[in-house]
């Protein structure tokens, strides 16, 4: 095997390298005479590399922890289904995985988990995977921790993905850490960017740090893959071309690692949800300003008129008013409709983490300081009491119902 780190022919002697050496790993016999590495003090660590400024050190891509970062390929996609039907997290994800994998000169694969999900391999190649690695196993039909982990692991540990993307989805967020662990690998939740770059060719990884007050970029230069999740609704789908063709991979998993020490016993759909405002065009959300959770009836009957869904300021889920589900902000979900409704909302910073990229945002508050408004497209200061009905009645005469 040859040595990890070099000197090179344009090595001038100057004896930098030597001082630079934390380890004292480098040693030159005289001034003016090629300086000799000891490989068994050096631990790659990379100094002598930064202070020669001949550029003559040579140093294989080896990340500190000593992994053959190079040996990582391809971007690749956990594709989300629930019952067969994969979810649009994953094609946001094919999105934008799409433009790391042409920036890196890499493939785009996406990893299908399920029971009889051979067709829907299909529908991730339309949306732009070049490979899909399928596991389709009856123990897969429902998404299992602990299962879905283990293949995971092992698809990684197989075919070594360079750069790993998961919905930031309850499925994802819980699935991935445990991925990401046994695999040793550098993992950045809840991203709203990804680039590539151009330099290091590392993945830029973005997201909101200390409340949403500032933007942190990740870079994980050590460690593969990269993993990231990915906040629904922040990305744009990728567009579907059934023209497009693409490689189908089944994989063959062993059984062991498809045993589960839990059962799911059934599923049970939240009830309260009746429009998924991830999904949602419009959403009336509603704050600490409606006061009682009888009130929150006022906004379903707007949201009925213009076929809207129901969302939530922190306050009022706290307050037991309406369901988590509903909850927008940092901790909640994060929307993009094309009009978003708030009501009774102050609009504080966690608030406008999950709603202000909105095309339109509308926002009722009787007072006119509110920081909602620096953010709306429109404004009505008063009364949400008396604004909302007299809205749902002008909506009600102009969309004849
Ligand atoms: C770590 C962390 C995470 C958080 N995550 C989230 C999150 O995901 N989502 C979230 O929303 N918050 C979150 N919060 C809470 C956030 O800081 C705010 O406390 C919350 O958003 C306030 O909700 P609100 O605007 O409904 O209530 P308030 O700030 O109390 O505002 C109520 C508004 O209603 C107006 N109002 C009152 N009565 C009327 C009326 N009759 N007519 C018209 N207007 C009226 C008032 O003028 C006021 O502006 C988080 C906080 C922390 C610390």
Not at 39 to 67: P, R, Y
Request: charged share 20%.
């Amino acid at each position: 095997m040859s040595d990890p780190i070099k000197i090179t022919e344009k090595c001038v002697f100057c004896g930098m390298c030597v001082k630079a050496c934390p380890f004292g790993a480098i040693t030159q016999a005289q001034k003016k005479t090629a300086p000799v590495i000891d490989l068994q003090k050096c631990t790659l660590c990379g100094s002598c590399v930064v202070a020669c400024k001949f550029d003559a050190i040579w140093m294989k891509e080896k990340s500190s922890s000593g992994i053959d970062l190079a040996s990582f390929k391809d971007v690749w996609v956990f594709a989300e289904q629930h019952e067969g039907v994969i979810q649009s997290i994953t094609f946001e994800l094919l999105g934008e995985g799409r433009k790391l994998a042409d920036s890196l000169g890499m493939k785009l694969c996406a990893v299908l988990l399920g029971n009889n999900v051979q067709a829907r391999a299909d529908e991730l190649i339309a949306r732009g995977a070049d490979k899909v690695y399928l596991v389709d196993r009856p123990e897969l039909a429902y998404f299992q921790d602990e299962s879905y982990a283990n293949v995971l692991i092992e698809l990684v540990k197989k075919h070594k993905p360079n750069v790993f993307l998961c919905g930031a989805s309850t499925i994802g967020r819980s699935l991935v850490s445990r991925v990401a662990v046994p695999v040793n690998a550098g993992l950045t939740a809840d991203c709203t960017g990804l680039a590539i770059d151009p330099v290091t060719k590392n993945l830029l990884q973005t997201r909101p740090a200390f409340g949403g007050n500032i933007m942190a970029t990740i870079e994980a230069p050590n460690s593969r893959p990269q993993m990231s999740t990915v906040r629904h609704k922040v990305m744009k789908e990728a567009e579907v071309n059934p023209a497009r063709k693409g490689e189908v991979c089944l994989e063959t998993i062993a059984d062991v690692l498809l045993q589960c020490r839990a059962k799911r016993l059934k599923f049970i759909p939240e009830v309260e949800t009746t429009t998924n405002i991830a999904e949602a065009n419009i959403i009336v959300a509603g704050g600490r300003g409606m006061q009682t959770a009888e009130h929150f009836g006022m906004l379903r009957e707007l949201a009925d008129v213009i076929g809207a869904g129901v969302g939530a300021s922190r306050a009022a889920v706290d307050s037991n008013w309406i369901a988590y589900s509903h909850q927008v902000g940092q901790t909640g979900k994060t929307v993009c409709p094309k009009i978003y409704i708030a009501v009774g909302i102050s609009g504080q910073i966690q608030h406008l983490a999950g709603m202000q990229s909105s095309d339109i945002i509308v926002a009722i508050n009787k007072d006119p300081d509110a920081p909602i408004f620096k953010v709306a497209t429109y404004g009505i200061v008063g009364d949400l009491f008396t604004i909302l009905p007299l809205l749902t009645r002008e909506f009600k005469k102009v969309l004849g119902k």
